[in-house]
């Protein structure tokens, strides 16, 4: 078992996919797939925290972080398809999935298509409602023309193509909702200005299994707050996504 993350490379679907396995206990699995623009780096500081209570995988989503992108792949249904085939590279039965940032809506597509597949998720400051509850730059990029082609060698350019899917995917999403049985522990940041927590309540609001925390932090919850984010997620993994009820909590 490992306490620090280590990256590795593994060819999933075609594509050179970057991740960090913990090699911990058998049970229970957690999926953790990185927030843009950064990379799976950003969960050093919480893996110490969780690598002594689960085995972790860490992934890098094709066209983020470090591993290889495919265009078709850059929305969120897509996305969630992709995450699906993950687990069963890695042979994953019913993981808890972690995922903040541009995970948040491709891991809720995931658990509506997939019933039973995922064991839990652990969401946030995706912008997965609709109409958009964004600030005004994330807003502007979902909004924006397709730039892409102009800038091929820009990562960050192909990356936000994922964000441009959004006025033709979230809407599909938010029917979905409802339907979603799988318990989902939101965790937004109570000063986020890329993505406010009006995105978090109406997620929480239409889940009928949510439970929603609210940080003291901005938009990098888990980097800025990762004592109490790592908190939060070891009493979900450990019996709190058990519960069946809804909540909220302030800290």
């Given at each position: 078992m490992?306490?620090?993350?280590?990256?590795?490379?593994?060819?999933?679907?075609?594509?050179?996919i970057?991740?960090?396995d913990?090699?911990?206990?058998?049970?229970?699995?957690?999926?953790?797939?990185?927030p843009?623009?950064?990379?799976?780096?950003?969960?050093?500081?919480?893996?110490?925290?969780?690598?002594?209570?689960?085995?972790?995988?860490?992934?890098?989503?094709?066209?983020?972080?470090?591993?290889?992108?495919r265009?078709?792949?850059?929305s969120?249904?897509?996305?969630?398809?992709?995450?699906?085939?993950?687990?069963?590279?890695?042979?994953?039965?019913?993981?808890?999935?972690?995922?903040?940032?541009?995970?948040?809506?491709?891991?809720?597509?995931?658990?509506?298509?997939?019933?039973?597949?995922?064991?839990?998720?652990?969401?946030?400051?995706?912008?997965?409602?609709?109409?958009p509850?964004?600030?005004?730059t994330l807003?502007?990029?979902i909004?924006?023309?397709?730039?892409?082609?102009?800038?091929?060698?820009?990562?960050?350019?192909?990356?936000?193509?994922?964000?441009?899917?959004?006025?033709?995917?979230?809407?599909?999403?938010?029917?979905?909702?409802?339907?979603?049985?799988?318990?989902?522990?939101?965790?937004?940041?109570?000063?986020?200005?890329?993505?406010?927590?009006?995105?978090?309540?109406?997620?929480?609001?239409?889940?009928?299994?949510?439970?929603?925390?609210?940080?003291?932090?901005?938009?990098?919850?888990?980097?800025?707050?990762?004592?109490?984010?790592a908190?939060?997620?070891?009493?979900w993994?450990?019996?709190?996504?058990?519960t069946?009820?809804?909540?909220?909590?302030?800290?």
């Amino acid at each position: 078992m490992s306490s620090e993350l280590t990256v590795g490379y593994r060819a999933v679907d075609g594509l050179r996919i970057r991740y960090a396995d913990s090699d911990g206990p058998a049970s229970p699995h957690l999926v953790l797939t990185s927030p843009w623009p950064g990379s799976l780096h950003a969960f050093d500081p919480i893996w110490p925290r969780l690598s002594g209570i689960a085995r972790l995988l860490a992934i890098d989503l094709p066209g983020f972080g470090r591993s290889e992108r495919r265009a078709d792949l850059l929305s969120p249904m897509a996305m969630s398809r992709f995450l699906v085939r993950i687990l069963q590279e890695w042979d994953l039965p019913d993981p808890h999935l972690i995922c903040p940032g541009l995970g948040t809506p491709a891991a809720l597509f995931a658990a509506a298509g997939h019933p039973g597949r995922i064991r839990s998720l652990v969401i946030g400051g995706g912008a997965a409602a609709w109409p958009p509850q964004a600030g005004r730059t994330l807003e502007e990029m979902i909004d924006a023309p397709d730039g892409g082609a102009a800038r091929p060698q820009d990562r960050a350019a192909e990356a936000a193509r994922y964000l441009r899917s959004y006025p033709g995917e979230l809407p599909l999403l938010a029917g979905l909702l409802p339907q979603v049985f799988t318990p989902v522990q939101i965790i937004a940041g109570r000063n986020d200005p890329v993505v406010p927590v009006a995105d978090a309540e109406f997620l929480h609001a239409r889940l009928p299994n949510s439970r929603l925390d609210v940080l003291g932090t901005g938009h990098l919850a888990c980097e800025e707050a990762p004592g109490r984010y790592a908190a939060i997620i070891n009493a979900w993994i450990n019996g709190g996504y058990l519960t069946g009820n809804t909540g909220m909590g302030r800290t």
